[in-house]
């Protein structure tokens, strides 16, 4: 990557914003489980940060997607990863579809609103039976006149009790799985919609997060994004975004985590010397480090290919399966080196021990992810007839 004046003005701008908006209130806002998304979502509008990539004539910024991974790597310096969570919901997974698929009405009355801060975006795909594997969804959408009437229980959904709007996959037909859903934007508004009290979650405890219920919900059909049928390829070009803004959203905070780690063993005496002289422990620290690096380039790489029009379903997937497991690495390794202080709630190391866990789940599990590397690197079994 070669990052220009642009990238590193953007680079300074998200991060003074998390230094003055987000990180004096993140342990307030752990504690209460939630943040002021909507406040806090409108500061981030009006700085145009919640449109880096979307087009100018919708309020966005217009800028290809290394302007959006230069946004999440800063967005990961935040101190915990709730906040960044919901963020990367409504720039990186509720809207791309909307952007690149939707109609102008769509983008206008949605789209347009969510760049601004106005509204709050949620994805709606998984449901309790059907998480990495989206093709296993059940909830429908039938016509009924000029209206689809919504039925079925979504699950997971992060930002849904602030959010105004869905982006929403259900079936539209009776056709193969992979040939039937399509994507439909589903105000919140909308009669018949139930959002469930939020779930008590390990970690990301300042996103919020719940169950939602679609009951005879009736939404126009010209809230269709693209055309029907097309939503499970959508939803899987969106899920290339959402993977690289997890791995992107990763670095700063393991970094942070390794350079906290850092100071505390120099200062930390043990068996009359200072831990971080242990071989062990400063070898391990320079391997974490040096991990973190490999992700940063892999990322990097993705998203220079990505930016050039090609395919990054392999890489992409690479960086998704790292992060979520380079994570666990550091947040185990170094909260061992804090000993007792490790274990306190409040630990830099304890915080992404709980929120990196997140990283080999959604947006795909590991499992589905080898399951794509395999796939392209043409290794995986085929199905017996």
Same mark, same amino acid.
């Given at each position: 990557? /070669?990052?220009? /004046? ?7 701008? !998200? ?55 230069? #946004? ?38 949605? *789209? ?69 859903? %399509? *994507? ?48 499970? #390829?959508?939803?899987?070009? /969106?899920?290339?975004?959402?993977? +690289?803004? @997890?791995? @992107?959203? %990763? ?21 009359? #010397? ?6 062990? !422990? ?5 391997? *974490? ?5 490999? =992700? ?10 990505? !930016? ?12 998704? +399966? ?12 170094? +909260? ?7 274990? #306190? ?6 915080? =992404? ?26 290794? +995986? ?5």
């Amino acid at each position: 990557m /070669q990052f220009t /004046q642009e990238h590193e003005e953007l680079r300074r701008t !998200v991060r003074n914003f998390v230094d003055k908006e987000l990180n004096p209130h993140v342990r307030e806002w752990e504690d209460a489980g939630r943040f002021p998304i909507h406040e806090v979502f409108k500061k981030m509008g009006d700085l145009g940060l919640l449109g880096v990539t979307k087009p100018e004539e919708f309020g966005g910024m217009g800028l290809d997607y290394s302007y959006g991974m230069v #946004m999440s790597e800063e967005m990961g310096r935040v101190h915990c990863g709730g906040v960044p969570l919901a963020v990367g919901v409504q720039t990186d997974m509720a809207t791309p579809a909307i952007a690149r698929f939707g109609s102008d009405e769509l983008r206008r009355d949605y *789209l347009a609103p969510a760049i601004a801060g106005d509204m709050v975006a949620s994805i709606a795909v998984s449901e309790p039976h059907a998480g990495s594997d989206v093709a296993a969804v059940k909830t429908t959408a039938v016509k009924d006149g000029d209206d689809y009437l919504i039925n079925g229980t979504k699950m997971w959904i992060t930002n849904s009790p602030s959010a105004d709007f869905f982006c929403l996959l259900a079936n539209t037909s009776d056709a193969k799985p992979h040939v039937n859903k %399509s *994507l439909i934007v589903v105000p919140k508004d909308a009669a018949g919609i139930t959002v469930d009290k939020p779930l008590n979650k390990l970690g990301m405890r300042s996103s919020e997060t719940a169950q939602v219920f679609f009951d005879n919900v009736r939404v126009p059909q010209r809230n269709l994004i693209g055309q029907e049928g097309m939503g499970f #390829m959508m939803q899987m070009m /969106q899920f290339q975004e959402e993977r +690289l803004f @997890a791995a @992107a959203n %990763s670095l700063k905070g393991m970094e942070h985590v390794i350079d906290e780690t850092i100071a505390y063993a120099k200062d930390r005496k043990v068996f009359g #010397m200072s831990l971080i002289d242990n071989q062990s !422990v400063h070898f391990r620290l320079a391997e *974490l480090q040096t991990e973190v690096e490999a =992700l940063r380039a892999l990322t990097y790489q993705a998203c220079e290919m990505y !930016v050039n029009g090609k395919d990054v379903l392999q890489l992409a997937s690479m960086a998704k +399966l790292k992060v979520g497991r380079l994570s666990r690495e550091v947040a185990d390794s170094c +909260l061992q080196y804090w000993g007792g202080n490790g274990f #306190m709630w409040e630990n830099p190391a304890g915080q =992404l021990y709980r929120d990196g866990r997140l990283g080999s789940i959604g947006g795909g599990a590991d499992e589905v992810m080898l399951g794509i590397i395999c796939k392209t690197m043409d290794i +995986l079994p085929g199905k017996k007839k």
